[in-house]
């Protein structure tokens, strides 16, 4: 567990992301501060990894006072509420595959994110396991909205 935070907050504190501010301050504790928001995918891990990944993060990104949004391909997604993260579902590659043409999975995939990231807005973007890291870098391909 240990190792797994220390991943975690490395990543957090290194700013991995394409989708970051640099040193963006703290909000301040006034009514109507906005909240930050870190967006992690977590794609292709078992729902061990997934959570203990889950619960790493939240307790480093809360140093940073953000606020976890987990984008992730396992349906049970209670876990993760437990752990104070706001979860959204993708399904995973798998399921999609012979469900409709490469071109609309494609196509599907690359609006889910535009979505995710117009209604977020994160502040950073994180990829976590092999499976997040392809589809990160095919997002990063097709929007720009992953390079502000």
């Given at each position: ?24 301050p ?51 997604i209670?876990?993760f ?26 196509t599907?995939?690359?609006?889910r ?36």
């Amino acid at each position: 567990m240990a190792k797994i935070f220390q991943r975690v907050s490395e990543a957090v504190k290194a700013g991995r992301a394409a989708s970051q501010q640099a040193d963006v301050p703290a909000p301040t504790a006034a009514a109507g501060a906005t909240k930050r928001y870190l967006l992690a995918l977590i794609l292709g891990q078992s729902l061990e990894e997934a959570s203990a990944t889950a619960a790493s993060l939240r307790a480093a990104a809360s140093e940073k006072h953000l606020s976890v949004v987990l984008v992730t391909d396992q349906p049970d997604i209670a876990i993760f509420q437990i752990n104070g993260c706001i979860t959204e579902y993708l399904p995973p590659l798998a399921l999609l595959d012979g469900r409709a043409q490469k071109a609309d999975i494609e196509t599907y995939l690359a609006r889910r994110f535009s979505i995710l990231m117009d209604k977020w807005e994160p502040v950073q973007t994180l990829p976590f396991g092999e499976a997040s890291e392809s589809l990160y870098s095919y997002w990063q391909a097709r929007s720009p909205k992953t390079t502000r």
